[in-house]
């Protein structure tokens, strides 16, 4: 297995927004709300797993010549905060669809 391969984080923020998308239609169709805090801290989250965490990924875990850095806990670390955005999302859509 190759260095390339531990890197997961892209699969996780994918899975987080199709996830959330899923149970928040399922919630919709059944009048289900959610608060606007929880809605501001999803899109946030999201956010930072679409647009913030790909730039910080490239500077940080990716050498000038696009090569990845030989050091393991970059990638450890890159999939984990991937891994949270996918809780959180998962989380957000079961408190709506569980009320």
């Known amino acids: 297995m190759q260095p390339e ?6 699969d996780w923020v994918v899975a987080a927004t199709l996830t959330l998308c899923i149970l928040l239609i399922t919630a919709g169709q059944q009048n289900k709300t959610l608060s606007a805090m929880q809605g501001i801290m999803t899109l946030v989250q999201l956010f930072l797993g679409w647009a913030v965490f790909p730039k910080l990924v490239n500077q940080f875990v990716y050498g000038s010549n696009g090569q990845l850095m030989p050091f393991w806990p970059r990638i450890a670390v890159a999939n984990l905060f991937a891994l949270s955005v996918l809780f959180g999302s998962v989380l957000t859509g079961v408190n709506v669809n569980v009320k």
């Open 5 to 10: 391969d531990m890197l997961w984080w892209t």
